[in-house]
């Protein structure tokens, strides 16, 4: 057995190869679209060094890719520790730009979001290992397969899914549909999400998933754990998957209350994303949290209640 | 008469002579007693010639001895002060000869958070460092690693900057890129901000010059990218605001003086990623109020190979070329001095094969140093001739002494260090040849 493991990584990388030669796109990044003529493995395998399968430089995944994508810019201009795109526009490629400079990333931020301080995270740098409802009830948490890295959610190497969402996550598969993001090919301050946006979260936060009214079904991965929803908000396990127009809702996208918005799906769906940011958020949550968020603001993209108001105008 | 040549059989005495020439009595004395004429002389008995040999070989072993013992404590006394004030070989004994060695690492100092781009000031007694995490500062160390000052553009937070790489023109002004303020800030020595230069024809101090009819003093105006209008005093003290200028269509990176004096900035816009070089005006002007620099730029967005992605720093060697670290490319990117592609350097496999090149700095032996940031090493290549060669890498992958966990620049002074950043391990490495 062992005498064949030399092969994994010929074979896998072979494998990477033939998967991905379709999805590149000229941007300047690394991640997929491979010929055999250009090294773009180099930029984050050392080659040279390699001892084994897993050829990555360094223990940490999260600093490789802060490496680009950190504030300094030095290899990306999506800055996700700011949660800021930060490529000026130049004369020769205004107009097709369709991404405001120093616009704010849609997946929020790891370190600052809208020049402010996170107050919550997907916390990338591996610590995290435990997930709510993962296989067990809402407000409890069940460990993942493996600790939480950039590439628990993202494929470093490309993918057929939305912003390289992994194809398989915490074991569960997952789609993500591209959609159309306007002239430029990325829009990364607006959001063109397709309707099943919401399937990278059910991947890990399968309990959550919630896409039926007043009923205890769902699609996670066993249903065991939402046998709650009935009447039970107290978890905030709020549905998705439907129309914001709900008795009568205003549209949170257009309309939205006192100034705020809400980015709804591309058939004008509630998503998880609808509520939360992926990366990171400063919203505050001073005056209102439940257990076991007494000041967390739980990946919200308002303070407190904020994000009800949006739709139910209460 | 001609003194006889030595014959193999001619009894001499063992000495080493590279070691200890022996002493010019002793050396003559052969040839005083050529075996020829030895007949002639009264014999001496067995017994004094064996305790005069015995006597002069004693002698000589005395003074090997000493030579050694000499030649020990002076070891002993380069070593000791070594260890007591670690200073590069070349300083203490100056090697004649050009050898290539990789260097050793001698210490690391760790004040600072996430450190990105470094810089030695001209006299190379302070080193300016940015941060790309935490607070985000530029600090002064002196080359011991004490902390001196720390700096940041006016107005700021934390969250709003973002200083990436430092250069320190002859005068001794620091010159910070901001990739969210998209502007290069200028500080003295000390780091008292005195400037902004917004793009490559415009300053803020032109800025408010031109709106106000007056020129603002240093330390009386700032402009933060995230507000919507530029603060200044009028020359009465008075504070007033101007609405801020158009938003830049820059976004400068790397930036660097070459021995010429001209300010070389790499500008990674979107879909516009070039090289701007900027006449040596820049570092000549006392102010920047009057800002109309000649500037020319080249390259463009792309992976063909006279293209850049992500250039990060450029240096010009000693034939004048432009040697670009063409980052997410993997490559050094090399162009003559009127920016006509030439070559590329540090591509494909081996010891030379580039990963995610970042800093770059030259020696005086035309030896550049490429910090190689997914590589963790620092790749050295010879640059004195027409055809670049690699020489040598140094450092592994870790977080030990003499280990990078993601390096990214570099600064080389003359005596032989060279000081690199050490981003995801949180300090400054100091090497030396």
Redesign the interface.
Known sequence: MRKWLWLLPVFLSGALLLNLAGTAWANGGPHGGYTPTTDACAGCHRAHTAQGPNLLTATSTYELCMSCHGAAGTGADTNVADGKFVAARSPSTEGEANTADNGDLLGGGFVNYKTAAVTSIHNSDGTLMAAWGFGVARGQTANLPSSLTCASCHDPHGSPNYRILREQIAGNAVTVDQVDEGPANKDYDDEHWPDNVSNVCVACHGAYHVTRPNSAEDNSDNGSGNADYGGDISTYAHRVGMNYAYGGNADPEATGYGGYFLPLTASKNVACQTCHLPHGTSASMSTLATAPFTNDSALLRLDNRGVCEVCHQK | MTPTPWTDDTPHPLVPEETTPPPVADAAEPEGLPPAEAGLAPLPSQAEVKSEDEARQRRRLWAVLLALLLALCGVGFLFSRYVRRPEPLPEMLPVPVEVNYPPHFLFAFYDVN?P?GIALSPSEDRLYVTE??GD?LVKIFDTEGNLLRAFAPPRT????R?P?YVAVDARGRVYVTD??Q?AIFVYDAEGNYLDTILGPDLTLSEYIAKHTGFKPRPGTFAYD??EEEVHYQDPQGRRRTLPRPD?????P?GVAFDAQGRLLVT???????RVLVFSPQVAAQDDWSDFQPEVWSFGE???AEDQL??P?MVVVDALGRFVVSD??N?RLSVWDAQGVWQMLVG?????G????P?GLALDARQRLHVVD????VVRVYDFSEAQPEFLFAFGT??TLSGQF??P?DIAIASDGRLYITD??NDRVQVWSY
């Open positions: 996430g990105l790309g995490e985000r937070t934390a969250a709003e973002a990436v990739r969210l998209h990218w995230f938003r830049p269509t820059w976004a990176l500008d990674v816009a979107l879909g516009a990623h967005f792309g992976e992605q992500f990060n980052g997410n993997g591509t494909g496999g081996g010891g094969g580039l990963n995610l970042r940031a997914v590589g963790q992958a870790g966990h993601y990214n981003r995801a």
